[in-house]
């Protein structure tokens, strides 16, 4: 039993990281953040009245918790895995050690109240957790036979995606920066920043905002592009599939970037800019994870009619 349900547990948890991520930019961007100045209770008790800012910043912790709750129970039905894949278990250990981890960097960004650098670890952390996740729920899945590929597309298929999700990693954490340094308002016109291609980088702000921007360009020609070889390729129309999703996240996602600028930092756009982001990183490794190695198939072994 525990073969066909650990699977579905990998998988709920990437939704419900995607979930968590979501409800931590809405705390941040309804300014919620210290509405709990102590931590891990909230004004002394773990059942505090949520009402405004409390509301937000006790459920995101209540949220956490339930996640972590969640991965812990895949965990345990995984470690039958053990004996024909050990790394499934493994890896499953290692995301509860680095759960951990990230919820004492949320409780140092509350009792430190919120230093730049921890809070920007944090959402690095819970990246880095997403990843992680994606890759259990996709390794675990029942995979799909292998496609038929020459040499080197399936490999050169999957680099691109493992370039991407780096990208879009890197991108996120300067978003983080951008989001904790208040440099969200460094820039509050389009498709200029202050009034210039490349403004003057006279202080942090500036400079953090205008790099995640630019890195914005590359990121979505990198996931464009994969967007193009993955259709110009031999693969899975899953894989294709997949690709088109993140195409169409990483348009969203430049989208919602202009809109948080011209509604100058509006709660809705703000906090589906990071869900967005979130769901794009997922969707990249996932492709990365999916991806088979390429194999090339020699006519004698192609049935007739097949080829």
């Given at each position: 039993m525990s073969s066909v349900l650990h699977p579905r547990a990998f998988r709920a948890s990437v939704y419900w990281t995607l979930g968590l991520l979501f409800l931590g930019s809405v705390v941040h961007a309804t300014g919620s953040s210290l509405a709990c100045p102590d931590w891990p209770t909230c004004y002394g008790t773990m059942v505090p009245e949520m009402t405004g800012g409390i509301f937000w910043e006790h459920l995101h912790r209540l949220v956490a918790g339930g996640l972590l709750l969640l991965w812990g129970l895949a965990t345990w039905l995984a470690r039958k895995e053990s004996a024909d894949r050990p790394w499934v278990f493994k890896a499953a250990v290692a995301g509860v050690v680095l759960l951990l981890v990230q919820s004492v960097f949320g409780g140092l960004t509350v009792l430190y109240q919120l230093p730049d650098l921890v809070s920007s670890t944090h959402l690095a952390l819970a990246f880095s957790f997403l990843a992680l996740a994606t890759v259990m729920a996709t390794a675990t899945a029942e995979a799909p036979p292998a496609p038929r590929t020459a040499d080197g597309e399936g490999t050169g298929l999957r680099t691109w995606a493992v370039v991407a999700a780096a990208m879009v990693f890197v991108q996120s954490v300067l978003g983080a920066l951008v989001r904790h340094m208040d440099a969200g308002v460094a820039c509050m016109d389009f498709p200029l920043c202050l009034g210039r291609v490349v403004p003057p980088l006279v202080n942090a702000p500036i400079?953090?905002?205008?790099?995640?921007r630019a890195l914005a360009v590359v990121t979505t020609a990198v996931v464009l592009a994969l967007w193009v070889?993955?259709?110009?390729?031999?693969?899975?129309?899953?894989?294709?599939?997949?690709a088109t999703v993140a195409a169409?996240?990483?348009?969203?996602?430049?989208?919602?970037?202009?809109?948080?600028?011209?509604?100058?930092?509006?709660?809705?756009?703000?906090s589906l800019h990071t869900l967005v982001a979130a769901s794009l990183l997922a969707a990249l490794v996932h492709i990365a994870t999916a991806i088979h190695p390429a194999r090339r198939v020699s006519p004698a072994a192609v049935p007739a009619g097949v080829a």
């Open positions: 400079t953090v905002h205008f790099l995640h070889r993955a259709h110009r390729t031999e693969t899975s129309p899953r894989i294709r599939t997949w169409a996240l990483v348009l969203t996602q430049v989208g919602l970037g202009v809109a948080s600028v011209i509604t100058v930092l509006a709660v809705a756009p703000v």
